[in-house]
Nanobody, 127 residues
Framework: QVQLVESGGGLVQAGGSLRLSCAASGHTFSTCGMGWFRQATGKEREIVAALGWTDGSPYYADSVKGRFTISRDNAKNTVYLQMNSLKPEDTAVYYC????????????????????WGQGTQVTVSS
């Protein structure tokens, strides 16, 4: 089992920044990467960014490239999502997830590759 706890969400004005954190505990050795997804009201869950332990460069959705950065701190078992230049369309519940199946980099954007999910944290960007 892997437990994931997100934090750092909140309300911010357009153009502002937030940093989300995802603290992992439990059998983290069973994971092959982490991802951040988001789900806006009435929309499907979508990939935001993903990091694999052996993938090389991170994966980013086109909508966030150049604005968001995913990183990790191995010592703290924590993955971060730095979000800059936020837009109202970034408003959503953000989830971190641990990739445990389909560890090929090809599957980074696929929610089915992630076996554990956090509870989500709300990000609201006002215009």
């Amino acid at each position: 089992q892997v437990q994931l706890v997100e934090s750092g969400g909140g309300l911010v004005q357009a153009g502002g920044s937030l940093r989300l954190s995802c603290a992992a505990s439990g059998h983290t050795f069973s994971t092959c990467g982490m991802g951040w997804f988001r789900q806006a009201t009435g929309k499907e869950r979508e990939i935001v960014a993903a990091l694999g332990w052996t993938d090389g460069s991170p994966y980013y959705a086109d909508s966030v490239k150049g604005r968001f950065t995913i990183s990790r701190d191995n010592a703290k078992n924590t993955v971060y999502l730095q979000m800059n230049s936020l837009k109202p369309e970034d408003t959503a519940v953000y989830y971190c997830a641990a990739r445990t199946v389909y560890c090929s980099a090809t599957y980074r954007p696929n929610p089915s590759a992630y076996g554990y999910w956090g509870q989500g944290t709300q990000v609201t960007v006002s215009s």
